[in-house]
Nanobody
Framework: VQLQASGGGLVQAGDSLTLSCAAS????????VAWFRQAPGKEREFVSA????????YLLDSAKGRFTISRDCDKSTVYLQMNSLKPEDTAIYYC??????????????????WGQGTLVTVSS
């Protein structure tokens, strides 16, 4: 399974972006699909996750009220709608699919399949 992240770009503070994570190849049936991000000089950070066969979602506290994760199983695609973007949201955003348990959803090591990342730059 290959994951392709797209939708990043250069925007101004307050703008919106929608990231997409499309899966291709073998049948894609993870337990969760997540978005992580890594800013320059910082460690990778969990952003959001969604269950593939249900409606459970998880979101980074600083993204609540601004980011929304959704998925289209027919298209094997997960979206991250990001509104009211802030300069501190600047990072490379990665999508990942895996089968974490509830206690490990925010751990990158719980995900076996990773996309290549898409750069989001938010200017002030």
């Amino acid at each position: 399974v290959q994951l392709q992240a797209s939708g990043g770009g250069l925007v101004q503070a307050g703008d919106s972006l929608t990231l997409s994570c499309a899966a291709s190849g073998d049948t894609f049936s993870p337990r969760y699909v997540a978005w992580f991000r890594q800013a320059p000089g910082k460690e990778r950070e969990f952003v959001s996750a969604i269950s593939w066969h249900g409606s459970t979602t998880y979101l980074l506290d600083s993204a609540k009220g601004r980011f929304t994760i959704s998925r289209d199983c027919d298209k094997s695609t997960v979206y991250l709608q990001m509104n009211s973007l802030k300069p501190e949201d600047t990072a490379i955003y990665y999508c990942a699919g895996g089968r974490p348990i509830t206690s490990t959803i925010r751990a990158g090591s719980s995900y076996a399949n990773w996309g290549q990342g898409t750069l989001v730059t938010v200017s002030s």
